[in-house]
Protein backbone atom coordinates (compact mmCIF):
# COMPACT_ATOMS: atom_id res chain seq x y z
CA UNK A 1 0.00 0.00 0.00
CA UNK A 2 1.54 3.22 -0.82
CA UNK A 3 2.42 5.76 1.87
CA UNK A 4 -0.90 7.95 2.98
CA UNK A 5 -1.73 10.53 5.62
CA UNK A 6 -4.09 8.59 7.88
CA UNK A 7 -5.66 9.88 11.04
CA UNK A 8 -7.78 9.23 14.01
CA UNK A 9 -10.96 8.06 14.50
CA UNK A 10 -13.93 9.54 16.23
CA UNK A 11 -17.46 8.42 17.38
CA UNK A 12 -20.19 10.09 15.04
CA UNK A 13 -23.98 9.28 16.49
CA UNK A 14 -26.66 9.62 13.96
CA UNK A 15 -30.06 8.09 14.46
CA UNK A 16 -28.06 5.00 14.78
CA UNK A 17 -28.42 3.73 18.43
CA UNK A 18 -25.02 2.51 18.53
CA UNK A 19 -21.99 5.29 17.63
CA UNK A 20 -20.18 4.43 14.31
CA UNK A 21 -16.78 4.13 14.55
CA UNK A 22 -15.89 6.06 11.70
CA UNK A 23 -12.13 7.35 10.00
CA UNK A 24 -11.23 9.98 7.72
CA UNK A 25 -8.70 9.49 5.35
CA UNK A 26 -6.70 12.62 5.58
CA UNK A 27 -6.39 12.64 9.65
CA UNK A 28 -3.03 12.14 10.72
CA UNK A 29 -3.00 8.52 12.45
CA UNK A 30 -5.74 7.10 9.41
CA UNK A 31 -3.25 4.02 8.36
CA UNK A 32 -2.79 2.98 12.32
CA UNK A 33 -6.57 3.03 13.02
CA UNK A 34 -7.51 1.00 9.84
CA UNK A 35 -4.47 -1.39 10.70
CA UNK A 36 -5.54 -1.65 14.26
CA UNK A 37 -9.54 -2.42 12.84
CA UNK A 38 -8.24 -5.15 10.94
CA UNK A 39 -6.72 -6.92 13.21
CA UNK A 40 -9.25 -7.32 15.40
CA UNK A 41 -10.21 -10.05 13.17
CA UNK A 42 -6.71 -11.91 14.08
CA UNK A 43 -6.68 -14.86 16.12
CA UNK A 44 -6.39 -14.57 19.48
CA UNK A 45 -3.75 -17.07 21.38
CA UNK A 46 -6.36 -18.69 23.99
CA UNK A 47 -8.32 -19.57 20.76
CA UNK A 48 -5.59 -20.78 18.39
CA UNK A 49 -4.40 -23.12 21.86
CA UNK A 50 -7.98 -24.63 22.08
CA UNK A 51 -7.97 -25.60 18.39
CA UNK A 52 -4.10 -26.89 19.27
CA UNK A 53 -5.49 -28.89 21.76
CA UNK A 54 -8.33 -30.29 20.24
CA UNK A 55 -6.53 -31.33 16.42
CA UNK A 56 -4.04 -33.11 19.28
CA UNK A 57 -6.62 -34.88 20.65
CA UNK A 58 -8.67 -36.39 17.83
CA UNK A 59 -5.05 -37.47 16.16
CA UNK A 60 -4.90 -39.63 19.36
CA UNK A 61 -8.20 -40.85 20.30
CA UNK A 62 -9.82 -40.80 16.84
CA UNK A 63 -13.55 -41.71 17.03
CA UNK A 64 -13.46 -41.70 20.75
CA UNK A 65 -12.53 -37.60 20.77
CA UNK A 66 -14.77 -36.58 18.01
CA UNK A 67 -17.58 -38.29 19.84
CA UNK A 68 -16.93 -36.27 23.00
CA UNK A 69 -16.76 -33.33 21.48
CA UNK A 70 -19.66 -33.54 19.12
CA UNK A 71 -21.16 -34.11 23.11
CA UNK A 72 -19.73 -30.52 24.67
CA UNK A 73 -20.00 -28.46 21.93
CA UNK A 74 -23.09 -29.28 19.90
CA UNK A 75 -24.81 -31.64 22.48
CA UNK A 76 -25.32 -34.71 20.22
CA UNK A 77 -24.63 -38.21 21.81
CA UNK A 78 -23.39 -39.53 18.71
CA UNK A 79 -21.81 -43.80 18.49
CA UNK A 80 -18.79 -43.84 15.84
CA UNK A 81 -21.07 -45.89 13.66
CA UNK A 82 -23.54 -42.89 13.96
CA UNK A 83 -21.54 -39.94 12.35
CA UNK A 84 -22.18 -41.40 8.68
CA UNK A 85 -25.18 -39.96 7.24
CA UNK A 86 -27.47 -42.84 5.87
CA UNK A 87 -28.36 -42.47 2.37
CA UNK A 88 -32.25 -43.14 3.71
CA UNK A 89 -31.89 -39.96 5.68
CA UNK A 90 -30.20 -38.08 2.35
CA UNK A 91 -33.37 -39.48 0.39
CA UNK A 92 -35.90 -38.53 2.92
CA UNK A 93 -34.67 -34.77 3.39
CA UNK A 94 -34.61 -34.13 -0.28
CA UNK A 95 -38.51 -35.61 -0.57
CA UNK A 96 -39.25 -33.23 2.25
CA UNK A 97 -37.77 -30.09 0.38
CA UNK A 98 -40.99 -27.70 -0.97
CA UNK A 99 -41.37 -27.41 -4.50
CA UNK A 100 -40.08 -23.72 -3.94
CA UNK A 101 -36.81 -24.22 -2.54
CA UNK A 102 -36.50 -27.61 -4.94
CA UNK A 103 -36.55 -25.33 -7.79
CA UNK A 104 -34.45 -22.26 -6.60
CA UNK A 105 -31.99 -25.01 -5.65
CA UNK A 106 -32.06 -26.23 -9.83
CA UNK A 107 -31.52 -22.85 -10.66
CA UNK A 108 -28.89 -21.77 -8.60
CA UNK A 109 -26.64 -25.16 -9.07
CA UNK A 110 -27.39 -24.24 -13.07
CA UNK A 111 -25.83 -20.87 -12.71
CA UNK A 112 -23.11 -22.01 -10.99
CA UNK A 113 -22.14 -25.17 -13.12
CA UNK A 114 -22.25 -22.67 -16.23
CA UNK A 115 -20.19 -20.37 -14.79
CA UNK A 116 -17.58 -22.84 -13.42
CA UNK A 117 -16.95 -24.98 -16.08
CA UNK A 118 -15.17 -22.21 -17.67
CA UNK A 119 -12.31 -22.75 -15.09
CA UNK A 120 -11.86 -26.62 -16.27
CA UNK A 121 -8.18 -26.63 -16.69
CA UNK A 122 -7.06 -27.73 -20.44
CA UNK A 123 -4.22 -30.47 -21.14
CA UNK A 124 -1.61 -29.07 -23.73
CA UNK A 125 1.41 -30.20 -25.32
CA UNK A 126 4.03 -27.73 -27.52
CA UNK A 127 7.76 -28.32 -28.27
CA UNK A 128 10.55 -26.01 -26.11
CA UNK A 129 13.18 -24.47 -27.98
CA UNK A 130 15.33 -27.42 -27.74
CA UNK A 131 12.94 -29.37 -29.61
CA UNK A 132 11.77 -31.09 -26.46
CA UNK A 133 7.76 -32.02 -26.14
CA UNK A 134 6.52 -30.46 -23.01
CA UNK A 135 2.84 -29.83 -21.58
CA UNK A 136 0.79 -29.86 -18.97
CA UNK A 137 -1.88 -31.83 -17.59
CA UNK A 138 -4.99 -31.94 -14.97
CA UNK A 139 -5.69 -34.37 -12.75
CA UNK A 140 -8.93 -34.27 -10.01
CA UNK A 141 -7.51 -34.46 -6.46
CA UNK A 142 -8.18 -37.90 -5.36
CA UNK A 143 -9.96 -37.68 -2.11
CA UNK A 144 -11.58 -34.13 -1.14
CA UNK A 145 -13.13 -32.92 2.06
CA UNK A 146 -15.99 -30.46 2.22
CA UNK A 147 -16.59 -28.37 5.49
CA UNK A 148 -20.81 -27.00 5.35
CA UNK A 149 -21.68 -24.86 8.36
CA UNK A 150 -24.49 -26.05 9.65
CA UNK A 151 -25.08 -24.44 13.66
CA UNK A 152 -27.33 -21.54 14.11
CA UNK A 153 -27.15 -20.56 10.27
CA UNK A 154 -27.50 -23.93 8.08
CA UNK A 155 -25.22 -23.10 4.92
CA UNK A 156 -27.55 -24.97 2.16
CA UNK A 157 -25.86 -22.69 -0.56
CA UNK A 158 -22.55 -23.92 0.69
CA UNK A 159 -23.53 -27.35 -0.13
CA UNK A 160 -23.52 -25.93 -3.93
CA UNK A 161 -20.74 -23.78 -4.23
CA UNK A 162 -18.77 -26.06 -2.93
CA UNK A 163 -19.44 -29.82 -4.09
CA UNK A 164 -20.59 -28.58 -7.23
CA UNK A 165 -17.14 -27.53 -8.54
CA UNK A 166 -15.92 -30.93 -6.92
CA UNK A 167 -18.05 -32.29 -9.07
CA UNK A 168 -17.17 -30.62 -12.74
CA UNK A 169 -13.62 -31.14 -11.22
CA UNK A 170 -14.15 -35.47 -11.52
CA UNK A 171 -12.86 -35.71 -7.95
CA UNK A 172 -13.29 -39.69 -6.97
CA UNK A 173 -14.33 -39.32 -3.28
CA UNK A 174 -16.08 -36.35 -1.58
CA UNK A 175 -16.83 -36.75 1.85
CA UNK A 176 -18.98 -33.87 3.86
CA UNK A 177 -18.81 -32.84 7.46
CA UNK A 178 -21.53 -30.64 8.73
CA UNK A 179 -22.69 -30.21 12.11
CA UNK A 180 -25.90 -31.65 13.76
CA UNK A 181 -27.85 -30.36 16.45
CA UNK A 182 -28.77 -32.00 19.63
CA UNK A 183 -30.55 -34.99 18.89
CA UNK A 184 -28.18 -35.45 16.08
CA UNK A 185 -30.11 -33.96 13.19
CA UNK A 186 -29.00 -32.03 9.91
CA UNK A 187 -31.18 -29.49 8.21
CA UNK A 188 -33.46 -30.86 5.34
CA UNK A 189 -32.17 -28.50 2.93
CA UNK A 190 -28.71 -29.42 3.74
CA UNK A 191 -29.01 -33.05 3.31
CA UNK A 192 -32.04 -32.59 0.19
CA UNK A 193 -28.86 -30.26 -1.62
CA UNK A 194 -26.52 -32.98 -0.72
CA UNK A 195 -28.61 -35.63 -2.26
CA UNK A 196 -29.57 -33.52 -5.21
CA UNK A 197 -25.59 -33.54 -5.76
CA UNK A 198 -25.54 -37.43 -5.37
CA UNK A 199 -23.10 -36.72 -2.26
CA UNK A 200 -23.31 -39.89 -0.34
CA UNK A 201 -20.46 -39.61 1.89
CA UNK A 202 -22.08 -36.79 4.71
CA UNK A 203 -20.74 -37.19 8.35
CA UNK A 204 -23.03 -35.01 11.36
CA UNK A 205 -19.83 -33.58 12.72
CA UNK A 206 -18.74 -30.27 13.14
CA UNK A 207 -16.28 -27.48 14.26
CA UNK A 208 -12.67 -28.30 14.87
CA UNK A 209 -13.13 -32.19 15.47
CA UNK A 210 -14.48 -32.43 11.99
CA UNK A 211 -11.19 -30.25 10.53
CA UNK A 212 -9.19 -32.63 12.69
CA UNK A 213 -11.14 -35.68 11.57
CA UNK A 214 -10.71 -34.98 7.68
CA UNK A 215 -7.12 -34.27 7.82
CA UNK A 216 -6.00 -37.05 10.56
CA UNK A 217 -8.50 -39.46 9.90
CA UNK A 218 -10.15 -41.62 12.43
CA UNK A 219 -11.59 -45.45 12.51
CA UNK A 220 -14.56 -44.36 11.04
CA UNK A 221 -13.90 -41.33 8.27
CA UNK A 222 -10.95 -41.46 6.39
CA UNK A 223 -8.64 -38.69 5.99
CA UNK A 224 -8.73 -36.58 2.80
CA UNK A 225 -6.15 -35.21 0.56
CA UNK A 226 -7.61 -31.27 0.92
CA UNK A 227 -9.82 -29.17 2.70
CA UNK A 228 -12.69 -26.54 1.64
CA UNK A 229 -15.50 -24.87 2.53
CA UNK A 230 -15.48 -21.47 5.27
CA UNK A 231 -16.34 -21.64 9.17
CA UNK A 232 -16.19 -19.86 12.26
CA UNK A 233 -13.03 -18.11 13.58
CA UNK A 234 -12.26 -21.94 15.28
CA UNK A 235 -12.91 -23.64 12.11
CA UNK A 236 -10.81 -21.45 9.85
CA UNK A 237 -7.86 -21.66 12.80
CA UNK A 238 -8.25 -25.51 12.84
CA UNK A 239 -7.95 -25.27 8.48
CA UNK A 240 -4.54 -23.24 8.93
CA UNK A 241 -3.40 -25.35 11.53
CA UNK A 242 -3.76 -28.56 9.63
CA UNK A 243 -1.91 -26.95 6.01
CA UNK A 244 0.91 -29.18 5.45
CA UNK A 245 -1.03 -32.66 6.89
CA UNK A 246 -3.56 -31.97 3.88
CA UNK A 247 -4.08 -29.08 1.85
CA UNK A 248 -6.54 -26.11 2.28
CA UNK A 249 -8.85 -24.23 -0.33
CA UNK A 250 -7.82 -20.93 1.48
CA UNK A 251 -8.54 -19.23 4.88
CA UNK A 252 -12.53 -18.40 4.34
CA UNK A 253 -13.89 -16.84 7.99
CA UNK A 254 -16.20 -15.02 9.18
CA UNK A 255 -18.04 -12.80 7.01
CA UNK A 256 -17.01 -9.28 5.46
CA UNK A 257 -18.31 -6.96 3.19
CA UNK A 258 -17.35 -3.28 2.03
CA UNK A 259 -19.30 -0.70 0.56
CA UNK A 260 -17.80 1.88 -1.48
CA UNK A 261 -20.43 4.32 -1.80
CA UNK A 262 -21.29 8.21 -3.66
CA UNK A 263 -23.86 10.32 -3.81
CA UNK A 264 -25.64 8.19 -6.06
CA UNK A 265 -26.18 5.18 -3.55
CA UNK A 266 -28.95 3.70 -2.40
CA UNK A 267 -28.94 4.24 1.82
CA UNK A 268 -31.74 1.95 1.95
CA UNK A 269 -29.97 -0.35 -0.54
CA UNK A 270 -26.21 0.06 1.26
CA UNK A 271 -27.69 -0.73 4.90
CA UNK A 272 -29.78 -3.82 3.83
CA UNK A 273 -26.60 -5.25 2.36
CA UNK A 274 -24.52 -4.33 5.61
CA UNK A 275 -27.24 -5.78 7.78
CA UNK A 276 -27.40 -8.88 5.84
CA UNK A 277 -23.72 -9.96 6.20
CA UNK A 278 -24.06 -8.82 9.80
CA UNK A 279 -26.66 -11.29 10.05
CA UNK A 280 -24.80 -14.32 10.22
CA UNK A 281 -24.01 -13.75 14.12
CA UNK A 282 -20.45 -15.01 15.33
CA UNK A 283 -19.60 -11.49 16.55
CA UNK A 284 -16.65 -11.53 14.47
CA UNK A 285 -18.02 -10.20 11.36
CA UNK A 286 -16.44 -6.84 9.51
CA UNK A 287 -18.33 -4.86 7.20
CA UNK A 288 -16.99 -1.68 5.95
CA UNK A 289 -18.91 1.45 4.77
CA UNK A 290 -16.24 3.77 2.63
CA UNK A 291 -18.43 7.13 1.27
CA UNK A 292 -17.12 10.16 -0.32
CA UNK A 293 -19.22 12.00 2.22
CA UNK A 294 -19.68 12.70 5.84
CA UNK A 295 -23.66 12.74 4.46
CA UNK A 296 -23.52 9.43 2.75
CA UNK A 297 -22.35 7.84 6.27
CA UNK A 298 -25.63 9.61 8.21
CA UNK A 299 -28.01 8.39 5.47
CA UNK A 300 -26.64 4.72 5.42
CA UNK A 301 -26.40 5.12 9.28
CA UNK A 302 -29.72 6.03 9.78
CA UNK A 303 -31.55 3.59 7.32
CA UNK A 304 -29.50 0.79 9.02
CA UNK A 305 -31.16 1.83 12.68
CA UNK A 306 -34.43 1.93 10.37
CA UNK A 307 -34.43 -1.41 9.10
CA UNK A 308 -32.84 -2.71 12.38
CA UNK A 309 -36.83 -2.52 13.85
CA UNK A 310 -37.99 -5.13 11.17
CA UNK A 311 -34.85 -7.57 11.17
CA UNK A 312 -35.62 -10.87 13.40
CA UNK A 313 -32.00 -11.33 14.28
CA UNK A 314 -31.93 -7.37 15.40
CA UNK A 315 -29.92 -8.44 18.81
CA UNK A 316 -26.78 -10.64 16.71
CA UNK A 317 -26.57 -7.74 13.94
CA UNK A 318 -26.01 -5.04 16.65
CA UNK A 319 -23.45 -7.18 18.57
CA UNK A 320 -21.42 -6.84 15.12
CA UNK A 321 -22.37 -3.58 14.51
CA UNK A 322 -21.08 -2.27 17.84
CA UNK A 323 -17.38 -4.11 17.35
CA UNK A 324 -16.91 -4.62 13.64
CA UNK A 325 -18.59 -1.71 11.45
CA UNK A 326 -16.32 0.65 10.24
CA UNK A 327 -17.09 3.99 7.99
CA UNK A 328 -14.23 5.65 6.02
CA UNK A 329 -15.16 9.06 4.55
CA UNK A 330 -12.89 9.89 1.80
CA UNK A 331 -12.07 12.78 -0.36
CA UNK A 332 -12.39 10.99 -3.93
CA UNK A 333 -12.41 7.37 -5.37
CA UNK A 334 -8.44 7.13 -5.96
CA UNK A 335 -8.55 6.69 -1.75
CA UNK A 336 -11.38 4.24 -2.01
CA UNK A 337 -9.26 2.23 -4.17
CA UNK A 338 -6.08 2.31 -1.47
CA UNK A 339 -8.49 1.75 1.46
CA UNK A 340 -9.80 -1.40 -0.39
CA UNK A 341 -6.57 -2.91 -1.45
CA UNK A 342 -5.33 -2.58 2.43
CA UNK A 343 -8.63 -4.03 3.46
CA UNK A 344 -8.92 -6.84 0.72
CA UNK A 345 -12.64 -7.59 1.81
CA UNK A 346 -14.30 -10.51 0.96
CA UNK A 347 -17.01 -9.00 -0.63
CA UNK A 348 -16.92 -5.66 -2.18
CA UNK A 349 -19.91 -3.98 -3.77
CA UNK A 350 -19.50 -0.72 -5.65
CA UNK A 351 -22.65 1.79 -5.49
CA UNK A 352 -21.08 4.47 -7.69
CA UNK A 353 -21.72 6.01 -10.78
CA UNK A 354 -21.28 3.88 -13.85
CA UNK A 355 -17.78 5.13 -15.14
CA UNK A 356 -15.92 5.38 -11.69
CA UNK A 357 -17.64 1.85 -11.49
CA UNK A 358 -15.26 0.44 -14.06
CA UNK A 359 -12.13 2.28 -13.16
CA UNK A 360 -12.59 0.74 -9.45
CA UNK A 361 -13.19 -2.88 -10.65
CA UNK A 362 -10.11 -2.47 -12.64
CA UNK A 363 -7.80 -0.67 -9.39
CA UNK A 364 -8.91 -2.87 -6.76
CA UNK A 365 -6.88 -5.85 -7.17
CA UNK A 366 -7.68 -8.12 -3.45
CA UNK A 367 -11.14 -8.28 -3.32
CA UNK A 368 -12.83 -11.83 -3.18
CA UNK A 369 -15.28 -10.76 -5.17
CA UNK A 370 -16.90 -7.41 -6.22
CA UNK A 371 -20.74 -6.65 -6.95
CA UNK A 372 -20.99 -3.66 -9.36
CA UNK A 373 -23.89 -1.35 -9.16
CA UNK A 374 -27.20 -0.27 -6.88
CA UNK A 375 -29.22 -3.29 -8.14
CA UNK A 376 -26.18 -6.13 -7.22
CA UNK A 377 -26.41 -6.95 -3.60
CA UNK A 378 -23.52 -8.96 -2.26
CA UNK A 379 -26.66 -12.20 -1.33
CA UNK A 380 -27.04 -12.61 -5.10
CA UNK A 381 -23.42 -13.80 -5.10
CA UNK A 382 -24.30 -15.65 -1.82
CA UNK A 383 -26.86 -17.74 -3.70
CA UNK A 384 -27.14 -17.54 -7.07
CA UNK A 385 -25.24 -15.49 -9.57
CA UNK A 386 -22.48 -18.54 -10.40
CA UNK A 387 -19.27 -18.08 -8.43
CA UNK A 388 -18.10 -19.89 -5.65
CA UNK A 389 -19.08 -17.88 -2.61
CA UNK A 390 -16.39 -19.24 -0.46
CA UNK A 391 -13.92 -16.22 -0.50
CA UNK A 392 -11.01 -15.50 1.40
CA UNK A 393 -11.32 -13.30 4.50
CA UNK A 394 -8.94 -11.34 7.44
CA UNK A 395 -7.25 -9.44 4.64
CA UNK A 396 -6.09 -13.21 3.19
CA UNK A 397 -7.21 -11.65 -0.40
CA UNK A 398 -3.97 -10.16 -0.77
CA UNK A 399 -2.52 -13.94 -1.52
CA UNK A 400 -5.84 -16.06 -2.08
CA UNK A 401 -8.53 -16.02 -4.14
CA UNK A 402 -12.21 -17.15 -3.99
CA UNK A 403 -12.70 -20.98 -4.49
CA UNK A 404 -12.55 -22.02 -8.28
CA UNK A 405 -13.07 -25.82 -10.01
CA UNK A 406 -8.86 -25.53 -10.41
CA UNK A 407 -8.76 -25.68 -6.95
CA UNK A 408 -10.26 -29.31 -7.10
CA UNK A 409 -7.03 -30.39 -9.81
CA UNK A 410 -3.72 -30.76 -9.80
CA UNK A 411 -1.54 -29.74 -12.48
CA UNK A 412 1.58 -32.20 -13.60
CA UNK A 413 4.00 -30.79 -16.35
CA UNK A 414 5.19 -34.07 -18.77
CA UNK A 415 8.53 -33.20 -20.38
CA UNK A 416 9.79 -35.46 -23.06
CA UNK A 417 13.61 -35.55 -24.78
CA UNK A 418 14.76 -37.07 -27.28
CA UNK A 419 18.43 -37.91 -29.01
CA UNK A 420 18.41 -34.39 -30.62
CA UNK A 421 17.04 -32.59 -27.93
CA UNK A 422 18.66 -33.16 -25.19
CA UNK A 423 21.99 -32.33 -26.75
CA UNK A 424 20.70 -28.94 -28.13
CA UNK A 425 19.86 -28.99 -24.09
CA UNK A 426 23.00 -29.98 -22.77
CA UNK A 427 25.52 -26.77 -22.80
CA UNK A 428 22.65 -25.10 -20.59
CA UNK A 429 22.59 -27.77 -17.71
CA UNK A 430 26.60 -27.91 -17.94
CA UNK A 431 26.77 -24.27 -17.54
CA UNK A 432 23.77 -24.36 -13.95
CA UNK A 433 25.68 -27.34 -13.04
CA UNK A 434 29.09 -25.54 -12.95
CA UNK A 435 27.35 -22.31 -11.13
CA UNK A 436 25.39 -24.38 -8.91
CA UNK A 437 28.67 -26.96 -8.38
CA UNK A 438 26.33 -29.92 -8.78
CA UNK A 439 28.77 -31.77 -10.82
CA UNK A 440 26.55 -35.36 -10.93
CA UNK A 441 23.81 -33.12 -12.31
CA UNK A 442 25.76 -31.93 -15.42
CA UNK A 443 27.05 -35.61 -16.16
CA UNK A 444 23.49 -37.15 -15.84
CA UNK A 445 22.89 -34.86 -19.27
CA UNK A 446 26.25 -35.33 -20.58
CA UNK A 447 26.27 -39.15 -20.35
CA UNK A 448 23.31 -39.28 -22.98
CA UNK A 449 25.09 -36.86 -25.64
CA UNK A 450 28.46 -38.79 -25.80
CA UNK A 451 29.31 -40.88 -28.23
CA UNK A 452 28.73 -44.78 -27.21
Known sequence: MPRLLWGGSNRCRFTFSTAVRTLSY???????????????????????????????????????AVANYAAKFDGAKLRSREFLVSGAELAAAAKRLPPA??????????????????????????RNRQGAQVGEKYDPIRRVGLYVPGGQVPLVSTVLMTASLAK?????????????????????GLLAALHFLGITEVYRIGGVHA???????????????????PGNAYVCEAKRQVFGTVGVDSLPGPSEVMIIADETARPDFA????????????????????????????????????????TPRADKIRRVLETGFLAVVVGKLEEAVAVANYVAPEHLELLVRETPARKLT???????????????????GDFTAGPSHVLPTGRTGRFFSGLRVADFMRRTSIVRYDRASVRAGNKVVAAFAAMEQLDAHGRSVAVRVQKP
Open 26 to 64: TDRNFADELAAFCRGSEVPRELSAAVTAILADVRARGDL
Open 101 to 126: ERKAMREAHASIVAFNRRGLGRAWSG
Open 168 to 188: IAGCPEIAVCTPSDSRGRVAD
Open 211 to 229: IAAMAYGTESIPAVDKIYG
Open 271 to 310: AADLLAQAEHGSGREKIYLVATSPAVVAAVAAEVELQLGV
Open 362 to 380: RAITTAGAIMVGNHTPTAL
